[in-house]
Structures are given as structure tokens and as C-alpha cells.
């Protein structure tokens, strides 16, 4: 494969000189940032995952922020989650769709106070939406991109190495909310969350000096814990049926194909954009949908563009993500089914680079 050619165009994080010392094998291009996407070896990354604790540079989660007296109001315009009951401290998953009801983003909304949020978004110019709604409404707000930047820790030992670093008052933060700690002095967001089922946390963490020291501090704290520096791995991350914008959806999708329609409140006092496309999705129902694929046979290689779901010989929906499991010793994947098909144990076939597989589509994914 090819190699990147670096330039101003594709950043470097905070803590890329701490990435680059750990032994980073391979990046893929996130919000024109690089994001790491293997230390030792998929695999290896991915058992340690399960068994210790590890070390993200996620700083390419962008925060766009939102401050001023109208900062609420355009919050809740660009999602269909009804974040009126938000309370400071939270964090709230949060799809954000156009005005046809399709996904832009599925970040985290995390609020910082009536007049204060952040949206850590996943990869794509959401900035650019937002600063286009608040201008075209007249709303009385700034959104901008502040120098903050995600650390997560994620692995079943990650209580620990957090406390040996911040102190015991971690271990009370409830998943998706938030404490302010402080390290070296300097205030940061800490929140129970991250892009892993294997619990964890992550650390909004200002730009500046503070950013090495912290990476340096938490390997320091974390060699009793056999603590490496990691990144989301995709396998662990399609058993948990964790879904990547771009990947597995893109503004074709509506939150409810996708799965999330949970996440959506279209109730009359909800003033979102793309209310009225979710009303009638929510009120027809999807023709397709999210599931889990397990794919039978030899592991399966690189899924970098849609493998082709059959039924028949005809295509009934697509998978987007794939891997060989070693825990459950076969291939998941993560497919958008059409509802004909979509029942657990429907046996389908996937058009895989290696020829045709037969396949089975699950409701539930792996973890």
C-alpha cells in the first residue's frame, strides 16, 4: 500500500511524539488528523484490549463548541435526541441528521453549562453544518474549534491506572458523565466513555505542554498494569456493534436504520432540523437496517469497500466492516440488511474479495 505524504493538510495530535515512541505500525486519516489504527497487530492490540488497560491518542475526536446565550437552543436544533432533561455532568450519544432525516454525525454531546457544550464529533466537517445553522438563523452563539483534545482509556484494569493518576474520585463518575479533575494543576473534562466495550474513560485534554506530560504520567503510573498504547480496534469494536460514520453509515442513512432510533424524540415541542423526514420514517418504519453478519469460513481480509449481502443472487443489503474473531472464532461484520432479510438466523451469502460466503444475519451483535 501506498504511503501518506504528510504536509500542513494532515495534523499531527498533541500527542503524536508519545504515538510515534510506543511503536505506531499503521494511521488512517480522521478529521484530517492522523489516527492510529495499530501498535503491535490487530490481534495482539486486540487481546490486551480485553486483558489490561490501554492508551488512546483520540485526539482527532474534534470538539466543536458552543457558547453564548443560544448555544441550548442550536444544541438541540441539530439532533433529534431530546436533551431538555440534560443535566451538567452528562454526556449524552447524540445523532445528528440534515434536513432529511440523514446522519451527518454521531458524536457526544457533552454539556458544560446552559451556555456551554461541546460536540466531540466523529469524522466528517460537521464544523462547517454548525456554523452554517447558527448563522442562517441569526442565532446568538460561537462555535468554534478550541485547542481540546481526547485521551481515552480504555481495558478492564483502566480504574486503576486513572486513580494512580487522578486520584480515587474517578472510580464514582457514572458512564456518560463527567467530573472536572485536575492535573498538574490544570482543570480537565473526565468522563466515563470511550469507543470500547471494555469500559473506560475519556480526558478532553487542553493543548500545551500539559498534553505530553499527562501520556508520559499514565505509562509511568501503568507499568504494574501492563499498560500499552492502543487505538479502537476494529475487532473488538464490530463484536460490541460500535458503528463507524462513513463506514457502516453516511448521510444516506437515517438514524433509525442505523439503529439508533431510540435517540430520536420527534414529538411536537422538539424543534430539530430533519423533524419532520423522522416523523415519517418513524411512522412507516425502515426498509433496512444495521445487524450483525457472521461471515462462515477462513478469516476474512481487508473489508475496504461494501461487500455485496445476496439472497437468491440478488443483493439485499451490504456489509461494511469485517473481521476474523479470534474470542469467537469467526468473521463478524457489520451489515445494512433490507427488512426481508433482516431476521435473526436468516442465512444469506456475502460477496466477499475471495469469492462468495454463505453467511448469517444475527439481531444481537457478539459483546
Known sequence: MALLSPSRRLRRTVFSEGVEAAGVKAYTVYNHMLLPTVFRSVQEDYHHLKEA???WDVAVERQIELRGPDAGRLMQMLTPRDLRGMQLGQCFYVPIVDETGGMLNDPVAVKLGEDHWWVSIADSDLLFWVKGIANGWRLDVLV???????LAIQGPKSDDLMAAVFGDAVRNIRFFRYQWLEFEGVPMVVARSGYSKQGGFEIYVPGGPVAMKLWNALFEAGKSMDVHAGCPNLIERIEGGLLSYGNDMTDDNTPHECGLGKFCDTHDALAC?????????AKEGPVQQIRAIEIIGAPVGLCDRWWPVLANGKRVGRVSSAAYSPDFKTNVSVGMVRMTHWDDGTQVQVD??????????HEKFWI
Open 53 to 55: 488497560v490501554q492508551v
Open 144 to 150: 468554534d474549534e478550541p485547542d481540546i483534545n481526547p
Open 273 to 281: 432540523i430533519g423533524r419532520d423526514a423522522l416523523l415519517r420514517v
Open 352 to 361: 466477499t474479495p475471495d469469492g462468495i460466503r454463505d453467511a448469517i444475519v
